[in-house]
C-alpha cells in the first residue's frame, strides 16, 4: 500500500470554482487500468480524494495516483485482491484511515470468463464469483459503515447481463446480473440514509481485457447500434454523473452505456 501526497492546485467544472466533488472520498476498486483507472481520473477531476485498488500491477497504480496528484487531490494506491475478504475489509479500513471519511464507493474491479459451461470448472466459477460478485458484495458491506447522508454506491456490470447476444458467456453473465439484485436491495436497504446505489451497464469498452483490437471486437461492436467499442471516458462520463449531485434523486437504476448493445 503507498499513498501519493497532496497538491495544491485545483481543476474546477463548476463555474463558481466548487468542483461536483469537492473534498469528497472516492473509493475505485480496480483503479489501475481500463475503465477503473478513468473512473478514478474522473472523479479527482471532479474534486474528489481518490484511493483505488489493484491486483498486482503497482506501477500502473502508482501511475494513476501520481496523475491524481498533480491534479491537486490526494490519492491511495491499495494492494487488496478482491477474491480475498480480509484484504477487502482491510482496504475499506485503510482508506477511512487516511481520509477520516468516505463517500463514494466504485465497484468496478472485475474478470472475464468466457466458454462454453461444460468447460467451466469449479474453481473458475469460484474465482468469478468471487471478484465480480462477492467482492462487491464486501465492499459495499464495509462502505456502508462509512458512507452518510449523499453516499454513493456505483456499481460496474456489463451489457451482457442484459443482452446474452452470443453463446459462451454462461458464468460471467451470472456474475453481472448478480450486481442487479445487489443494486436494487442496498438502494433500498441504504436509501432510508440518503445514500444512493445504481449499476453502470458498459458495452464493449476498449481495455486490457477487451482491445478493440481483438479478435472478436468487430463481432461484438457488430451488436452495438452505434458500430463502434465504447472508451473507458465514456463509462466515467456516467459514473461521474451517478456519484455527483445531480443524480441525488437516482436510485436502484441501471444505466447501460453500451452504444445500444441492449437495444
Ligand atoms: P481491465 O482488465 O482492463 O482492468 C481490470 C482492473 O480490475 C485492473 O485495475 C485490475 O487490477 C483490477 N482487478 C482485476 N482483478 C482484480 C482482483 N482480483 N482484485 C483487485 N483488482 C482486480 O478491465 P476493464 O477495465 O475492461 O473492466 C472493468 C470492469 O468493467 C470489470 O468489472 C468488467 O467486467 C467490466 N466490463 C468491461 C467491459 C469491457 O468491454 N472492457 C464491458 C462490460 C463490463 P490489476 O491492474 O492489478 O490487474
Redesign the pocket.
Known amino acids: 500500500m503507498s499513498e501519493t501526497g497532496t497538491g495544491s492546485s485545483k481543476e474546477t467544472t463548476m463555474t463558481n470554482g466548487v468542483t461536483a466533488l469537492d473534498g469528497k472520498v472516492a473509493l475505485v ?9 478513468a473512473v478514478a481520473l474522473r472523479l479527482a477531476e471532479e474534486g474528489a480524494h481518490v484511493a483505488l ?5 503497482p506501477e ?2 502508482e501511475a494513476v495516483a501520481a496523475k491524481i496528484t498533480a491534479m491537486g487531490r490526494s490519492a491511495l494506491a491499495v494492494r ?4 480475498d475478504p480480509e484484504a477487502v475489509r482491510a482496504a475499506v479500513a485503510a482508506v477511512a484511515g487516511r481520509f477520516g471519511r468516505l463517500d463514494v464507493l466504485v465497484n ?5 470468463a468466457v466458454g462454453p459451461i461444460g468447460e467451466m470448472t469449479a474453481d473458475q466459477v469460484d474465482r468469478v464469483l468471487a ?2 460478485v462477492r ?1 462487491p458484495y464486501l465492499y459495499a458491506q464495509a462502505a456502508a459503515e462509512h458512507l452518510g447522508e449523499g453516499g454513493r454506491i456505483v456499481g ?5 447481463a442484459r443482452r446474452t447476444a452470443f453463446p459462451g458467456s454462461s458464468l ?1 453473465a451470472t456474475s ?1 446480473a448478480a450486481l442487479s439484485g445487489l443494486t436494487k436491495a442496498l438502494a433500498r436497504e441504504l436509501g432510508p440514509r440518503g445514500i444512493t446505489v445504481n449499476l453502470v ?10 482491445p478493440a483490437d481483438g479478435e472478436s471486437a468487430a463481432f461484438q461492436h457488430g451488436f452495438t447500434a452505434l458500430g463502434r ?1 465504447g472508451t ?1 471516458a465514456e ?1 466515467a462520463d456516467a459514473v461521474a454523473y451517478l456519484a455527483g449531485e445531480g443524480a441525488r434523486y437516482v436510485t436502484g437504476a441501471e444505466l447501460d452505456v453500451d452504444g445500444g448493445f441492449a437495444v
Open positions: 476498486t480496480g483503479g489501475s487500468r481500463g475503465i477503473g483507472a485498488t489493484h491486483q498486482g500491477s500502473a497504480a487488496a485482491d478482491s477474491a468496478n474491479a472485475g474478470v472475464g471478484v465480480n467482492a460496474i456490470g456489463s451489457c451482457m460471467y453481472k451497464h458498459p458495452g464493449p469498452v476498449d481495455t486490457d481485457m477487451n467499442f473507458p463509462v
